[in-house]
């Protein structure tokens, strides 16, 4: 009871300190920015309007017969039980509503099913519990992770206004372009949604899916995954983009630029500090919703790294880990995720964190090495 | 209970049985077994209803505050396997065993040591079901749809005990369908037609073939789990040449009659109900009857209407949100008479009347749903998010759950020889009709808005209409106590209730004095 008693306690504090900008009391759908959320809008709307009129045409019968044919009124019921004319009637109607409200929606599909003869490429690829974004003719990829922090989802600090829908690195498209989606997962079925551009499509390991998209607005857009796909489902947010062409060529310059400066760093000698520093940011991203930012853990699903016995003693362990994940447990291979650069620094600062202070450096070559050994 | 125990015995049989074990865990009596199925069912009810308090307390507010979010997952995946599976089908397993003899002037079910084990097997599946919960890595927390491969190489251990929590229930459910098949086929009385059948009787006589049908299929996919699971199989894995779309088209070829398994003896009683307190026949009987096979047969038809975003070709998008907009056909015939039953008759509004008009009304909104769902282009932007939590809330609550609410208030003082008490039941519907709508409307707003389901944590755009959504969950959670105590309360005493205490329900089961004696029928009535 103490513990229940103590939560419950917390919990009505957090409803009355909340001073939260809180949302708004949208109750529609909002049209979107492209052609095909548009064409969704207005099938929306036409079949909710049908609704409405049906419904009140039918509760307005049955509103008269509660207010005027009562018992305690007096009124005497009539005896019908049958009406061959009616019956008809009421089947055909509803069937003709039908075909109306097929032919337009059956349109909005075929266009929406055209996928070809794109100016772009992406391939999405979900992973617990991230987007990774590859485009395929320019050779570059990056990973986006949700950018909200473990202090304000536990209401630690003031929520952000896009709590729980910022990232890092955002997907970035031009406007006006026809962009292809090839969607595809790493290890469940997710889910990507942008709502403003009435695009969701599964993306299933093993399988590739198209869908497409032409964003006529610039703006920043935002989704979320919409298939559960594990603790973190809250956690993996959609962020599109939409810039003006030649920003955008800007933007896939840098990109390819910055490709070749991460592969010049694994070269580069680093220094116990530096991987360190760069250790303790991948680590918040790729590590810390799991094996939490002190390293404690949450055992026995997560285990504890602070004063862990393989984290101390056992490099080669902690590389194989790291490098190729526990199958059949949540830890998954990172060695595909994260740069050289990145799991050697996440592997330092593992074993340098928390009083962990083995003073090891893991060094980009050294996971280079280890992974072609295998 | 004990007033089933007081009756005297009219027909000279003997009574229940002496003693607490062989009376309760002995018996075939159908009015034993009917009682004990919705006595179970309603503590399932109360369970997975405490499951959904838990996740409406932490949806209250944005961010984590009451449990994390592996516990919110495996609370979600409890909620709904409890309430489909502990809760609603049992409920009408037991109003079946309850009514169907007494609706068709037979003595008992065709087959009642079978009746004896598919109810006790239930207990048993459920203990295992909500054991996972205290094993380690926690229960199944994968969604009540569980869908491979998260439920399966991504599953916790616990998830072969889940599969086997399953087969147990589908055996349950199975002999259950074969036993209510057999009784309706073969111990009618003599002069009952199959056309002069009472509507509770025609729709769960079809629900019992669909059940038929669907369990098995249930058991298939749920055995290609377990053998991805434990014998190195890769039904729903990729890498092994498996495919994750197969586990839905295999579930949602159960799933989707499933949905219609939860419904249609709702509909049933339901129009027993309207025609008893419209004191006017039933309209369209033959049509009612003919609307309940159509959906019956085209709810094996419209399964990947669940899997729009999968990635089907669009022959096969086009075929499934065709075929899913016909179910409005006969959905919409059986509205229709419904309301032309109440026109013009001399309406009052009891208990079980205000459950069952509800009924009409709110079933009809979450069809309207159902329909803006089937749009498949629609679909993209609701799929997955609350505007779909919405829909199957209120087709299940406000249909399938007060529907069960209003066979209970209308066939109580039949069970239990007294009248209940009205005040209180009018009570108990207003705190729930309440309650319901305020905890499930606004989910359509949050839907269309762009909240996903499934999340124990949400942005802040949404955070007004959660509040007002678990104000209303929290108002018909805690109402549902109030029903516990009025059902008490008659089985204890209370007007007594004339053989028939409605003056405008018809059938045989208001021939037979109230409380029902413990033998029915050993005499077949004659039908005319």
Redesign the interface.
């Known amino acids: 009871m103490h513990v229940h008693a103590k939560?419950a306690s917390?919990?009505m504090g957090?409803?009355l300190a909340?001073n939260?900008?809180?949302?708004?009391?949208?109750?529609?759908?909002?049209p979107g920015v492209t052609g095909?959320?548009n064409?969704?809008f207005d099938?929306?709307m036409t079949?909710?309007w049908i609704?409405v009129v049906?419904?009140i045409a039918?509760?307005a019968?049955?509103f008269?017969?509660?207010f005027a044919?009562?018992?305690?009124k007096g009124?005497?019921?009539?005896?019908?039980?049958?009406?061959t004319v009616?019956?008809v009637l009421?089947?055909i109607i509803?069937?003709v509503i039908?075909v109306v409200?097929?032919i337009p929606?059956?349109a909005?599909?075929?266009d929406?099913?055209d996928s070809s003869e794109s100016d772009i490429d992406i391939k999405v690829t979900g992973y617990?519990w991230k987007w990774k974004y590859d485009y395929l003719n320019e050779e570059f990829g990056y990973f986006s992770n949700m950018k909200t922090s473990q202090d304000?989802?536990?209401?630690r600090i003031q929520?952000n206004?896009?709590?729980?829908?910022d990232v890092d690195n955002p997907m970035v498209i031009p406007v006006g372009k026809k962009v292809r989606f090839l969607l595809t997962a790493n290890?469940?079925?997710h889910?990507w949604?942008v709502?403003a551009f009435?695009?969701?499509?599964?993306a299933?390991?093993?399988?590739i899916?198209?869908t497409w998209t032409r964003v006529d607005e610039p703006g920043i857009y935002r989704?979320?995954?919409?298939?559960?796909?594990?603790?973190?489902?809250?956690?993996m947010p959609v962020v599109v983009k939409a810039v003006p062409e030649e920003e955008y060529n800007e933007w896939v310059a840098e990109q390819q630029a910055s490709a070749e400066r991460e592969r010049e760093l694994t070269e580069k000698d680093w220094s116990l500090e530096e991987l360190m520093e760069r250790g303790e940011q991948a680590y918040q991203t790729a590590c810390a919703a799991c094996h939490q930012a002190d390293g404690s853990g949450?055992p026995?699903?997560f285990p504890a790294l602070k004063g862990s016995q393989m984290v101390l003693e056992d490099v080669q362990a902690h590389l194989d880990v790291v490098v190729n994940g526990v199958p059949?447990s949540?830890m998954q291979a990172f060695g595909d995720q994260l740069s050289e650069v990145d799991l050697a620094a996440v592997i330092t600062y593992e074993r340098n964190a928390w009083g962990n202070d083995t003073g090891e450096v893991v060094t980009p070559k050294q996971v280079f090495d280890y992974k072609n050994e295998e | 209970m004990s007033a089933v125990i007081d009756t005297h015995d009219q027909d000279h049989h003997h009574g229940p049985a002496k003693g607490y074990i062989t009376r309760w865990l002995f018996t075939t009596n159908h009015k034993d077994i009917g009682s004990m199925y919705l006595i179970f069912s309603f503590a399932m009810f109360l369970l997975g209803g405490t499951m959904a308090m838990v996740i409406r307390?932490e949806l209250?507010?944005?961010?984590?505050?009451?449990v994390?979010?592996?516990f919110f997952?495996q609370m979600t995946t409890m909620h709904g396997l409890i309430m489909v599976f502990g809760a609603v089908m049992p409920a009408f397993v037991g109003l079946a065993n309850w009514m169907l003899p007494l609706m068709i002037g037979a003595p008992d079910m065709a087959l009642p040591r079978m009746n004896n084990w598919s109810f006790w097997l239930l207990p048993c599946a459920f203990l295992i079901l909500v054991s996972t919960l205290f094993m380690?890595?926690g229960a199944p927390?994968?969604?009540w749809t569980f869908?491979a491969?998260?439920s399966t190489?991504?599953g916790p251990p616990s998830t072969t005990f889940f599969i086997f929590a399953v087969h147990i229930m589908g055996v349950s459910s199975i002999m259950g369908a074969i036993n209510v098949i057999a009784t309706i086929l073969n111990m009618r009385a003599p002069g009952m037609t199959l056309m002069k059948m009472p509507l509770f009787v025609w729709t769960w006589l079809i629900t019992a073939f669909l059940l038929i049908a669907v369990m098995p299929v249930l058991a298939g996919v749920v055995t290609m789990m377990l053998m991805d699971i434990n014998f190195g199989t890769s039904f729903f894995?990729?890498?092994g040449g498996g495919?994750?779309?197969l586990f839905q088209h295999v579930f949602w070829f159960f799933g989707h009659p499933e949905v219609y398994i939860m419904i249609l003896p709702a509909f049933g009683a339901v129009s027993h109900i309207i025609p008893a307190f419209?004191?006017?026949?039933?309209?369209?009987?033959?049509?009612m009857v003919y609307a309940v096979g159509a959906i019956a047969l085209l709810s094996f038809v419209v399964w990947a209407h669940h899997m729009f975003?999968?990635?089907m070709p669009?022959a096969g998008?086009?075929f499934f949100?065709?075929a899913t907009?016909?179910i409005?056909?006969p959905t919409?015939?059986k509205?229709?008479n419904w309301?032309?039953?109440?026109?013009?008759?001399?309406?009052?509004f009891e208990t079980p009347m205000l459950f069952a008009?509800a009924f009409?009304?709110l079933f009809?909104?979450g069809g309207?749903s159902g329909?803006?769902l089937a749009?498949?282009?629609?679909d993209?932007?609701y799929?997955?998010?609350y505007f779909v939590v919405a829909h199957f809330h209120y087709v299940l609550v406000p249909g399938a759950i007060f529907g069960i609410f209003a066979s209970a208030y209308f066939w109580l003082p039949k069970w239990t020889g007294h009248m209940y008490d009205e005040t209180l039941g009018k009570t108990h519907f207003w705190l729930s009709f309440i309650g319901m709508n305020l905890a499930f409307f606004p989910m359509h707003?949050l839907g269309?808005?762009?909240m996903?389901?499934?999340?124990?944590?949400?942005?802040?755009?949404?955070?007004?209409?959660n509040m007002v959504s678990s104000v209303g969950a929290f108002m018909f959670g805690a109402t549902q106590i109030l029903f516990l105590w009025i059902v008490v309360k008659c089985v204890r005493g209370g007007k007594k209730a004339e053989a028939n205490p409605w003056d405008g329900a018809e059938g045989l089961e208001w021939t037979i004095p109230s409380p029902a004696p413990y033998h029915t029928f050993s005499t077949p009535p004659v039908v005319k």
């Not at chain 1, 044919?69 to 305690?72: C, T």
């Not at chain 2, 209250?60 to 009451?66: A, D, E, K, N």
């Not at chain 2, 749009?375 to 629609?378: E, F, G, L, Q, R």
């Open positions: 939560r917390v919990f957090a409803c909340s939260q900008a809180l949302g708004d009391w949208t109750l529609n759908m909002a095909s959320s064409e969704i099938l929306h079949i909710l609704c049906i419904g039918v509760f019968v049955m008269w017969s509660i044919h009562r018992k305690s009124y005497k019921p009539a005896h019908f039980h049958e009406n009616v019956e009421w089947t509803p069937f039908l409200m097929a929606a059956t909005t599909l075929v929406m099913y617990q304000e989802i536990y209401n929520k206004e896009h709590y729980l829908l290890d469940v079925i889910s949604w709502p009435g695009v969701k499509k599964d299933i390991p093993g399988f899916n198209e989704g979320q995954c919409t298939e559960l796909c594990g603790r973190n489902h809250a956690y949450m026995p699903a059949g949540a | 307390a209250f507010q944005p961010g984590l505050q009451i994390e979010p592996e997952n380690e890595g927390n994968f969604g869908y491969p998260l190489t991504y894995d990729a890498a495919d994750p779309v419209s004191r006017k026949p039933l309209f369209g009987y033959a049509s975003t999968v990635g669009i998008q086009l949100m065709y907009m016909l409005a056909v919409g015939v509205v229709f309301v032309a039953t109440m026109f013009r008759g001399s309406l009052s008009v009409v009304i009809t909104i309207f329909l803006m749009i498949a282009p629609a993209f932007q799929h997955d998010t707003f269309l808005a762009g996903p389901r499934r999340i124990p944590d949400y942005a802040l755009q949404f955070a007004d209409f």
